[in-house]
């Protein structure tokens, strides 16, 4: 593994360059604020008087309309949703990106799968922070920074790689470590978390617990304390120390249980449903799907998310985080790459 911090980068590559940053939702909000604030030349590239522009505009930021943002750029990070990014290259990246120019991606989806190839002239780089933009940007703010994974897919100009670990170290990436990978890995690792761990096998786990407990007569309010609100207070265990200090700070009776039931929920044949599904991403059947269903208008995504939020977990946690005044519900720390134009 080759990883760098501060002390093995430096801004210099993109000195006297211009940085279009196309999108201000999550990311994109983060990583033009904290280049800007690390003195690189940045442009916000928005729909004009939309709401991002407006937002952009009250951070301080120049603005343009994205075609204008694009001409006079030396960088142009992508930092929009993955489905429309092919739309938005074809129709404004391509005709009016200047010969030799940059061009950055936060995720390797659409130039690993093959939806955007862009032309020889140009470097293609991945700067992917691990962790949400309001999190990018509240530790830049602090003085830390979030890790990040940099990757090269094209080099034209020999100095494509020093261009990304400029960009890294402006968004404070360096500050906790850039991991050098490339396209594939990042983009496909990626997705089989998100699918099988973070969202789609936490969520799949947290409700069939909150099922089997409400079916066996227990009440649904204590079943959601049980099964999703305490699971955070496991997650910053494990995120702040690993199984070690998750084990450290719960019961005995909790890792005993843990110890001899967990393999029992999660075993070889949940494994081989996880192998199946990683084959799925890296023969590219799922990245073919997921863009079928969006060019179809995303019915059967609308239909699949409005029963997930149908669930009675929803109703039940709705009227328990109503009475939480602690709780942030504002999405703050929303996926970092669904941030929209």
């Known amino acids: 593994m080759t990883m760098y911090f501060e002390k093995d980068a430096s801004l210099k590559p993109l000195q006297g360059q211009r940085v279009a940053v196309i999108g201000y939702g999550s990311q994109g909000r ?4 904290n280049m800007h604030d690390s003195g690189v030349d940045v442009v916000v590239g928005v729909r004009t008087n939309g709401p991002s522009w407006q937002q952009a505009r009250e951070d301080g930021l120049p603005v ?41 991606f936060a995720h390797g989806f659409n130039v690993h799968f093959g939806q955007i190839t862009p032309p020889a002239h140009m470097d293609v780089i991945l700067v992917a922070p691990k962790g949400p933009g309001a999190l990018v940007r509240r530790q830049y703010q602090a003085g830390s920074g979030v890790p990040c994974l940099m990757a090269v897919a094209q080099d034209a100009s020999g100095r494509a790689e020093a261009i990304a670990l400029a960009y890294a170290h402006a968004i404070g990436g360096t500050r906790a470590g850039v991991i050098s990978t490339n396209f594939a890995e990042e983009t496909e690792t990626d997705l089989f978390g998100e ?13 069939k617990g909150f099922e089997t407990l409400v079916e066996a007569g227990y009440q649904p309010e204590v079943a959601y304390f049980e099964c999703l609100h305490e699971l955070k207070l496991i997650v910053d265990l494990l995120y702040e120390g690993g199984l070690a200090k998750m084990h450290q700070f719960v019961s005995d ?9 967990g393999p029992r929920v999660v075993d070889q044949d949940t494994k081989q449903r996880m192998k199946d599904i990683l084959g799925e991403i890296t023969d590219g059947s799922f990245a073919r799907e997921w863009v079928q269903e969006y060019q179809r208008g995303n019915t059967e995504f609308h239909r699949l998310r409005q029963q997930d939020m149908a669930h009675p977990i929803e109703a039940v946690g709705s009227q328990l985080r109503a009475r939480m005044s602690w709780l942030d519900t504002g999405g703050a720390e929303s996926d970092p790459k669904s941030c929209a134009a």
């Open 30 to 33: 983060a990583h033009a604020l």
């Open 64 to 104: 343009a309309e994205p075609a204008e943002a694009v001409k006079g750029a030396d960088v142009i990070a992508m930092l929009i949703p993955d489905m429309p990014q092919p739309e938005v290259f074809d129709a404004v990246v391509q005709p009016n990106a200047k010969q030799g120019s940059t061009l950055l």
């Open 195 to 207: 699918q099988a761990v973070l969202c789609g096998g936490a969520t799949e786990l947290v409700v």
């Open 253 to 261: 009776t909790a890792q005993y249980g843990d110890l001899t039931r």
